[in-house]
Structure formats: C-alpha cells, structure tokens
C-alpha cells in the first residue's frame, strides 16, 4: 500500500500516546458501504488512534447479528433498522447496542430482470412507482407465479423504502407480490437463474448484475428517499461501558475514514482497497460505479456518499421505526424511546470533536408516510 | 458430515439435506422437516429470517450449528429462545434434549404470536363495523342502536359474521 498523507489529520496527539488496550472485533457484509471500515484499516487509521481492530467478513445479516448479540463481535456495520429489532427483541433476539455513526446515505439499487424489463416495455430512469404498478397488473394476467423482488433482510431499509414506493402507488407488498429474503452475494446468481425477477441490495451487486447481463438498475434508494441513512456502525452496549475510549476512537477512524472518501480524488485508491479486501471477483469498474454515482449509464440524483452520513440521527431513525410499526413488524407495546436509544448523537460528538468536524445541517425530512388503507 | 452422524445417534431422522437455497420455503415443505438444523455461518439463515418475518411461511425451529463457540454464547443464545447451538464435538446424548428446547420454545413463541394476531383481527373487525353502522345512519338517517340492528339482521339472514356484511356495505358506496 502507498504511503498517504492524510488531510488534516484525525490523529490528535492524545489518542497517539494512548496505551493499546484490547482487540476490538468489528463485523461487515461485504457491500460498498462497509467501505469506512476497509478503508481505515487499509489506510492504518485504526492504528493511528491506538486500536487493535479484527475486521471479519460476515456472510450474512443473521450470523453477523448473531453474533454480536451473543457476545462473539463487539461491533458492526448494520443495517439501519436492525438496531430497532435488537432493541426490541425481534424473533427471539435482545441486544442493547450503540450506533455512533452512520456509514453511508443512499446507495441500494432496484435491479430487474431482463425478463421483467422486456414485460415493462418503455421505462424511463428512475422508473416510477405508478409506471412499476402499471406494468404489474398487464403483466400479472399472463403470470404463472406473483412476482418475486427479493431484498436483503427483513429489517432493512431495503424493505421498508421498497415497500413505501410500492404502497405509494396503491400496490401492496404483501399481497401483489412476493418479498422474499436472500443476502446481497447471491442477489446476481438468483436473478440470472429466474429464481428472483428483481431484487434491491448495496452496492456493488446491482452493478454486478448489470455486468454480467442478468438485469438493469431501475431505480437508486435515494430516488424514494434522497439522502436516507443507510449503514450504521453500532457497538454493544458492553462494549461502550468496558471501553468507551476504544469506542470513540474507533467512531473518529470511522468519520476520518469517511472523509477521504468523499475526496474524489482518492475514489480509485478507495476501488483497489474495496476490491483487495472483499470483492476479489468484481472489476474495479463494477465497484466504480457506486462513487461515480452512476446506474448503469445514467446519473443519480442522490448517490452513495459517507461524510455526510457519519452524524446519527434518531429523527431519521424514527422513519424506519415508523414503517415497522405500519406493517406489523413491531408489537405496540415497544416505544419510541426504547426502540430509538440505540442511537447515540453524543457518542458521535465526542468522536468529532477530536478531528475537528462540524455537526452536518440537517437534511431535509423523510417522505411522509402512505397511509393505511383502511380495509378489512 | 459429523452433525448428521451426530443427529442419527441421539435419535433424529435427517429427512432432507439442503446444499443450495433456492426456494426454501418449498424444500422446506416438502420434506415434512420438524426442525431446521444449520450452520450458523450459512447464508440461507437471511432466508429462514425472511421466511419467517415475512411471510410466516412454514415456520420452523431452527437449530443452529457451531463449530465453536463460547459457552456464554450458547447459553445466551439458549435463553433468548431464538435459537439453540448444538456444538461440534457435543456428546449425542446431548443434542436430542437441545432440540426439545428448540421445538418447545419454538412452539410457546407461535402461541403468542398467534394471540397478538387474533387480537389484532378482533379490532380490525370492529373498526369496519363502526365505519359501516357510521355510514348507515347517515345514509339512511338511523339512530345508532337502528344502524346497529340493521347490520346484525343483515348478517343473520344471510348466515355471515357481521364484519363481511360491513365489508359489503363499505364496498357498495
């Protein structure tokens, strides 16, 4: 790796004289968005705050949970409303955690199947709710089998923002189609064997469907909502009281991390440490496309970015809370200040202060919601 | 494969071994499993997930395989009811009462669920026949108790619950 001079220095003279302490265990899922985390280790940003840090790579949403749940990861890159499940106790599962960061906003992709585009006819980019719905119901009265869009858990933004776009043009996603699960890996293989018509994930799989010729982008996640959160980085709440400086050090790596990555000038450096790590098998022009903001040939309106998402925000937060509420997913009894209090803005603020960086305006607000048919 | 030998000694009949994930639910079914045994780093675990939150498709137990963990990790796993770990190397007169925990805690989580569901029903039900006897005293001009008593002769005559004939009646606008 190439010596690399880093701009303004997220390494305040304090944390450099800090005594190692312990192995912090981070997990991931291979997508562009774990970029922060390959990235600072990569770059020895990690070190430079004085910590001793095993990233490993997760092969999946469950086991990555899992395992951070029962005491076999001390922190990981998440997907937004899983802390709301861990702090809920979804499916069996209890985990109070800490999210001190985000890692990434907008990102996913809606790819279809050339199948599916051929029903379509004519789309324009970003493909509309209204004009999906439209080729739907043409389509649905040819169909053998409902249409299959798989997304990559049940509690992700994936799902929620996909089911937000298909409510809002009268579709339900329960009912019209199927949503099935399947990790983001796979999402190409599944979609070039006709297991799946279409499917929202990260980055790079989007692209690396559109590579090899299973399908198309359509639409970008931050078509439905322009600079969501996505990824979280959350820490156990063990982990935040044993070591809390392990953990502020960690989030200031991350935010420095961040930075650098939305210098465009380090964007091919940023390819090569992504592809070296976790994508051995994608072109670097795959995994290009995330930080050029492009779909295919065409240019996104809200792309992948990271500084901008490093602030955690439970305002935005409680959007994924509130969709989880609307289909079902989150008994009544659970309240919004259990279910938000993973998300730790002052974690965050300790971390910044160190580099130096200023809080982030607040975006503009979530779309509102779709309403409930009131029907039986 | 040492977990299937290990199932076969404590009394289990492997009924089906997956090595793909394509279409779960169906293999799933058809094979008449009781309970779902599985790595713990499989990848198929996000489609059991989805499986079971989304669409409540032929729930299972799932029993998850370690090839090794932390005994703090197993008993934690064990009291959040999700899921137990058979181990490798665990003795197979140990692995039969590990799935009994799985399948029971399983079963009294299905219980529950089932509860909130119906109870959820229950007042979505009586919702579309406030809406219906709402839109019957205004249409028709009719007290409340009249509204109310129209709706129940209704559904008497024809042999229905009342929540169908409010159906009907919010339909035909």
Avoid at chain 1, 210 to 236: Q, R
Avoid at chain 2, 68 to 88: H, S, T
Wanted: proline share 8%; with cysteine.
């Amino acid at each position: 790796m190439s010596e690399i001079a880093l701009p303004d220095s997220p390494l305040a003279a304090p944390a450099l004289s800090r005594a190692r302490t312990r192995t912090l265990r981070i997990g991931f899922v291979p997508l562009t968005d774990a970029a922060p985390l390959l990235v600072a280790e990569a770059l020895g940003l990690f070190d430079h705050v004085g910590l001793r840090v095993n990233l490993s790579a997760e092969t999946a949403w469950a086991p990555l949970r899992d395992k951070l749940a029962f005491g076999a990861l001390d922190a990981a890159q998440l997907l937004g409303p899983m802390p709301i499940a861990l702090a809920a106790g979804l499916d069996g599962v209890q985990a109070p955690l800490a999210v001190t960061a985000g890692l990434g906003v907008n990102g996913n992709t809606l790819t279809l199947s050339r199948a599916l585009l051929h029903d379509l006819g004519r789309i324009g980019y970003p493909l509309s709710a209204a004009a999906f719905a439209q080729g739907l119901r043409r389509r649905r009265r040819g169909a053998s089998r409902p249409l299959t869009i798989a997304v990559v858990f049940p509690y992700s933004s994936h799902n929620y923002l996909l089911r937000h776009w298909l409510a809002s043009a009268g579709l339900d996603p329960d009912r019209d189609l199927r949503l099935v699960v399947v990790p983001p890996p796979l999402m190409p293989d599944r979609l070039r064997d006709g297991q799946i018509d279409g499917f929202c994930a990260g980055e790079p799989w989007g692209s690396a469907a559109a590579a090899e010729g299973a399908g198309a982008i359509v639409l970008g996640s931050g078509d439905i909502w322009p600079n969501h959160p996505e990824k979280v980085f959350a820490v156990t709440a063990e982990a935040a009281t044993a070591a809390p400086d392990d953990v502020t050090a960690c989030t200031a790596a991350l935010i420095a991390a961040a930075r650098w990555l939305d210098d465009p000038a380090n964007h091919t450096e940023a390819v090569e440490i992504l592809r070296r790590r976790a994508f051995a098998d994608l072109s670097a022009e795959t995994l290009r496309a995330a930080f050029d903001g492009l779909a295919g040939n065409e240019v996104q309106a809200a792309p992948l970015r990271f500084l901008p998402a490093t602030f955690p925000r439970r305002d935005e937060a409680a959007w994924w809370l509130r969709q989880m509420r609307r289909w079902g997913h989150v008994p009544a009894g659970v309240s919004d200040a259990t279910a938000l209090a993973p998300w730790r803005a002052d974690l965050w603020r300790a971390a910044a202060l160190r580099l130096r960086v200023a809080e982030p305006p607040a975006p503009p607000p979530p779309p509102a919601d779709v309403l409930r048919e009131t029907q039986p | 494969m040492a977990v299937e030998a290990g199932l076969a000694a404590s009394g289990c009949t492997v009924v089906a071994i997956e090595t793909g994930t394509a279409d779960l639910t169906r293999r799933v079914r058809d094979s008449g499993a009781e309970v779902i045994v599985c790595g713990l780093d499989d990848p198929s675990r996000d489609e059991i997930e989805g499986m079971r939150a989304l669409h409540r498709d032929e729930p299972r137990p799932v029993v998850l395989f370690a090839e090794k963990a932390e005994p703090a990790q197993i008993e934690a796993a064990i009291e959040a009811g999700v899921a137990a770990y058979i181990v490798e190397g665990l003795a197979p007169a140990r692995v039969r009462p590990v799935m009994e925990v799985a399948i029971r805690s399983f079963r009294a989580t299905q219980a529950l669920r089932a509860e909130a569901a119906e109870a959820r029903r229950g007042l979505a039900e009586q919702k579309l026949v406030d809406r219906a006897k709402a839109q019957l005293m205004q249409r028709q001009r009719l007290s409340e108790p009249e509204a109310y008593k129209r709706l129940r002769r209704m559904a008497m005559d024809r042999g229905v619950r009342l929540p169908v004939i409010a159906g009907e009646i919010l339909d035909e606008k």
